[in-house]
């Protein structure tokens, strides 16, 4: 099979992609790093990725930058990062994406806890990952030639400790548990889901 994986050297890109590698042939991506480079922000970026990778068989987007910030002070400039980053970017990777990927394919994208369970900080997030998530469950029915989509909605993960503060009382959740819900997405059946790891 052939995975392209976006966001490969981040902290949970990483753990993906170790687990996601077997016996598969995987391509990695990133704004700068990877085998390929790619600015999800820019739809002539994701167009120039595609035609370099060519057909494949999984994308899994594990990236996405949002604005963190006291709603008091944010402004819709602000808001607007997560809107074009982590939401806009990710839904790109497919509206560009179903023009390049084989039948049967499936694409997984990020979302977070964030959605269901906010934090003070955090309504840019709470927003994007909300959108990220209806997303995969409308695109789920209009994808063809049997196409998957689903989200992996995770907690804050054990290997960010610089998160913790932001999280009080949540349970961080171990690094194999978010990995499996990868994995599941991609070699499973399910589709227009939002697979929670809490």
């Known amino acids: ?10 902290t949970i ?3 993906v992609t170790e687990a996601l590698r ?3 042939e995987i391509i990695t991506a990133g704004s700068k790093s990877g085998d390929i480079q790619v600015d999800i922000t820019s739809s002539e970026s994701i167009k120039a990725f595609y035609k370099q990778t060519g057909g494949f068989d999984a994308l899994v987007s594990v990236t996405g930058s949002a604005h963190f910030g006291p709603l008091n002070t944010m402004t819709a400039k602000d808001f607007d990062i997560g809107l074009q980053n982590k939401l806009l970017g990710q839904v790109n990777l497919v509206l560009i994406g179903q023009h390049y990927i084989n039948p049967k394919g499936s694409f997984t994208l990020t979302s977070g806890i964030l959605s269901d369970d906010p934090i003070v900080l ?10 990220i998530n209806a997303f995969a469950k409308a695109a789920a029915i209009e994808l063809e030639n049997g196409v998957r989509i ?5 907690g804050v ?5 610089g998160y913790f503060p932001y999280f009080p009382g949540h349970i961080p ?7 499996n819900a990868y994995y599941k997405s991609v070699f499973g059946a399910l589709t227009g889901q ?3 790891v809490w």
Do not use: C
């Open 1 to 10: 099979m052939k995975i392209i994986i976006v966001g490969a050297s981040g």
């Open 13 to 15: 890109g990483k753990k």
């Open 22 to 24: 077997g016996e598969n």
């Open 122 to 131: 955090g309504a840019n997030l709470s927003a994007v990952n909300g959108g």
């Open 150 to 154: 689903n989200a992996i909605s995770a």
């Open 157 to 161: 993960v054990e290997d960010a400790p």
């Open 173 to 179: 959740v171990t690094m194999d548990k978010v990995a």
């Open 194 to 196: 939002v697979i929670q």
